[in-house]
T-cell receptor
Framework: DAGVIQSPRHEVTEMGQEVTLRCKPI?????LFWYRQTMMRGLELLIY????????DSGMPEDRFSAKMPNASFSTLKIQPSEPRDSAVYFC???????????FGSGTRLTVV | GESVGLHLPTLSVQEGDNSIINCAYS??????FIWYKQESGKGPQFIID?????DKRQGQRVTVLLNKTVKHLSLQIAATQPGDSAVYFC???????????FGQGTELSVKP
C-alpha cells in the first residue's frame, strides 16, 4: 500500500497566483480530510469528505479556498488568489470511515512570496 | 515582518528513561482518542488509540491512559530512544462525526 499520496511536496508561488494541491487517498478509504499546519495555529482541519461528498467545510478560512473530490481516488485543494499568510504545510488524510484507520500523507509545503 | 510562532511545550529526557506526555481534551462528547508522532518533514503517524470505554491501553513500549473525569490523556513511552524524538499530538473524535481535532503538541527531545 503506497499510503496517502500528496503532490507536489513543495510549492513556491507568487502572491496572487492560483495554487492547486493534490491528494490520492488510500484505496478503499471513504473519508478524506484536508488539514493545514502552521506554528501559530497547529494542525487545523479545513474540510472533510465522506464518499466524495463534502461534509464539513467550516474550517476553510475564506472563499479563496476551495476543495473538490470528483471521485474516490482524487481530491484537490485550491487557493485562488494565494496570499503570503497561506504559507503552511497542507496535509491530506484518509480513513476507512470516521476515525478508523486515519492515515496522513507527507504533506505539501506551500510558500507564497 | 515574520510572525512569532507558538513555542511548543518541550520534554527533554535521557535515553533509556521513561517519558510521559500529557494532553487535556475539551469535548466531553469525544469518545475516541489517538496519539500521533510527527517527525520533522513528515506527516503525523499513528502510535496508539483508545476508546472512552477503556482507561488504559498498551502497545509496544507505549501506554495510553485516559481519565474521563478530568478529561486528561497521557502517553507513556518506556525506555525512550533517540528515535523517539519528535512532536507528539493527541487527537480527539466523536463517533458522531469523522473528524479529528488535534491538540497543540509536545516536543520530545531524547538526549543520548
Amino acid at each position: 500500500d503506497a499510503g496517502v499520496i500528496q503532490s507536489p511536496r513543495h510549492e513556491v508561488t507568487e502572491m496572487g497566483q492560483e495554487v492547486t494541491l493534490r491528494c490520492k487517498p488510500i484505496s478503499g478509504h471513504n473519508s478524506l480530510f484536508w488539514y493545514r499546519q502552521t506554528m501559530m495555529r497547529g494542525l487545523e482541519l479545513l474540510i472533510y469528505f465522506n464518499n466524495n461528498v463534502p461534509i464539513d467545510d467550516s474550517g476553510m478560512p475564506e472563499d479563496r479556498f476551495s476543495a473538490k473530490m470528483p471521485n474516490a481516488s482524487f481530491s484537490t485543494l485550491k487557493i485562488q488568489p494565494s496570499e503570503p499568510r497561506d504559507s503552511a504545510v497542507y496535509f491530506c488524510a484518509s480513513s476507512l470511515g470516521g476515525s478508523q484507520g486515519y492515515t496522513f500523507g507527507s504533506g505539501t509545503r506551500l510558500t507564497v512570496v | 515582518g515574520e510572525s512569532v510562532g507558538l513555542h511548543l511545550p518541550t520534554l527533554s529526557v535521557q535515553e533509556g528513561d521513561n517519558s510521559i506526555i500529557n494532553c487535556a481534551y475539551s469535548n466531553s462528547a469525544s469518545d475516541y482518542f489517538i496519539w500521533y508522532k510527527q517527525e520533522s518533514g513528515k506527516g503525523p503517524q499513528f502510535i496508539i488509540d483508545i476508546r472512552s470505554n477503556m482507561d488504559k491501553r498498551q502497545g509496544q513500549r507505549v501506554t495510553v491512559l485516559l481519565n474521563k473525569t478530568v478529561k486528561h490523556l497521557s502517553l507513556q513511552i518506556a525506555a525512550t530512544q533517540p528515535g523517539d524524538s519528535a512532536v507528539y499530538f493527541c487527537a480527539e473524535a466523536s463517533n458522531q462525526g469523522g473528524k479529528l481535532i488535534f491538540g497543540q503538541g509536545t516536543e520530545l527531545s531524547v538526549k543520548p
